[in-house]
DNA sequence: GGGGCAATAT
DNA sequence: CATATTGCCC
């Protein structure tokens, strides 16, 4: 998915000229609308509607954000109102919004006029800078994905009457590349001559040529800086395993560890097997058999999963911790300007883009799992886990108290470590009442030895799914 | 041995 | 400083 993130400053999130501008996308646009104000949302769905596309609510970042980085949704067009009215500029503000469609999204930011000359990203990018006002963003005329790579980069603009336009850019590659990259490309920092060179089936030849690295490549990358110019690149089909060890045979030079370029496509790989797993499944060794890339290690993707739980944590965090602003420092220059800078990002568009149902898998909880507890683990803010064409988002969870929101959060994520200053229920709390619940089938473990101790919010070895169920039914008692 | 976490390294 | 690696504990 592409978009861009294009900052408005009106008040509300879009004017009627706006909007005007906007009618002319292609129907089905998916539309990531956030705005803080209700009223504002209501109308902004109905205009958008009108014209066709597809329109899927936020009133709170923590949710958009949500969706964003679990790839719930795929989204052509985000249109975020920043929520913060004082103090921060709105670059500030918007950061985690920014942030996360940035990694999330797969988009790169670069700098403004560090175009790599010869680099050519797996990704490229294509940054049109907005400087009509009210107009809508340039679409780029549905660039083919033949295009060829314009200038990269993110940029923000504040210009003098007040337009604060953050314009990002990229095309993400719109092909279901299938599971056919089977192998990682590691790098190392001293020269590796012993390139593991082998002839993929389309009948192209991959190789570890800096200067030939083909921007289709789904992996490869090579560092802007040349001091890795050893970049060892396999490729493999399913049938040959190994292939892409037998060069260690002989060579000891390769026997070091060799740093693994986590690139947005082998992330997408890691994605995808944590989305096909589910959150209690998603351990290590079963994406490493998920992802079927070769060369890459059970560590790696422990260490990449545990990365990739804590910034899952920090989206959240960072949406609570908006929802309850804490004073500004009182510094500098306090723009005077529009407090709220609307945010508007949209892709380009390619006409064959258009989004499969493969794409709107649900992240973490797979519709299905957990099916016997699918009632009490249904979250108000997820009603039924419905395909999204038929949900949306509830549009506001209301004035709800931030701790209400944090101990459903905790519940409906028992995946993620307990935000701070929550604390689980005790052992004892817990198993008293899972056995005044008549569930017997957890203690197999508890009556023996060795009690269970919590790991984040959920009990170790004990039957994760029924664990994690029962815990629905416990925590809502025990940690109130 | 494997998962998770934290220290360490780059 | 973010990210990947390594080490340690269970």
Redesign the pocket.
């Known amino acids: 998915m592409s978009l861009r993130v294009h900052d408005a400053t009106s008040e509300m999130v879009c004017t009627e000229n706006e909007l005007l501008g906007w009618k002319d996308f292609p129907k089905g646009l998916r539309v990531l609308l956030l705005d803080q104000d209700q009223n504002s949302v209501s109308e902004m769905r109905s205009r958008l509607e009108e014209m066709d596309y597809i329109v899927y609510t936020f009133c709170n970042e923590n949710e958009a954000l949500y969706a964003i980085s679990s790839k719930l949704e795929v989204f052509h067009v985000a249109i975020v109102e920043a929520f913060h009215s004082g103090g921060k500029n709105g670059s500030e503000s918007l950061k985690p919004v920014k942030e996360s469609l940035l ?1 999330m999204l797969e988009l790169h930011p670069v700098k403004h006029e560090a175009d790599n000359e010869n680099s050519n990203e797996a990704e490229p990018l294509t940054s049109v800078e907005e400087n009509q006002k009210g107009s809508p963003p340039c679409y780029d005329k549905y660039p083919a994905p033949s295009t060829p790579q314009q200038k990269q980069g993110v940029r923000s603009v504040d210009d003098a009457d007040f337009q604060d336009h953050t314009v990002l850019s990229t095309e993400q590659d719109s092909g279901v590349h299938e599971g056919d990259t089977k192998s990682v490309e ?1 790098t190392c ?1 001293d020269s590796v001559a012993e390139t593991t060179v082998l002839a993929d089936s389309p009948g192209r030849l991959e190789h570890d040529s800096a200067a030939d690295q083909k921007m289709e490549d789904p992996i490869a990358t090579c560092s802007r800086s040349n001091d890795c110019p050893g970049s060892v690149s396999t490729r493999s089909a399913d049938t040959n395993k190994a292939s892409g060890l037998h060069s260690s045979s002989g060579t000891k030079t390769n026997k070091k ?6 690139t947005p496509e082998l992330h997408k790989k890691f994605i995808k097997a944590v989305e096909q797993l589910g959150t209690d499944q998603a ?4 994406i490493l058999e998920l992802m079927k890339v070769e060369g890459l290690t ?3 993707i ?6 990739f ?1 804590m ?1 899952q944590r920090q989206i959240l965090l960072k949406g609570d911790e908006k929802r309850w602003p804490r004073p500004q420092p009182r510094d500098s220059v306090q723009r005077t300007y529009y407090p709220h800078k609307p945010v508007m990002a949209f892709p380009t568009y390619h006409s064959n883009h258009a989004p499969t149902a493969g794409q709107f898998y649900l992240a973490w909880i797979p519709p299905g799992s957990y099916l016997n507890g699918a009632h009490t683990w249904g979250s108000p803010y997820y009603p039924g886990w419905q395909l999204p064409e038929t949900w949306h988002w509830k549009p506001h969870p209301g004035a709800e108290e931030v701790i209400d929101k944090a101990v459903k959060e905790a519940i409906n994520k028992p995946w993620l ?1 307990l935000p701070l200053g929550l604390k689980p229920p005790s052992t004892e709390s817990v198993l008293d009442a899972l056995s005044k619940q008549g569930i017997s089938t957890v203690p197999p473990r508890i009556n023996g030895s ?1 009690r269970p ?1 919590w ?2 919010n959920r009990l170790s070895e004990v039957p994760q799914m029924e664990i994690v169920l029962s815990q629905v039914h416990v925590s809502l008692r025990h940690y109130r």
């Open positions: 990694s590691t920092c560890k060799m740093k693994v370029d986590w351990i290590p060794s079963r059970r560590h790696n422990a260490s990449h999963l545990q990365k739980r910034q470590p060795r101790r790991h984040g």
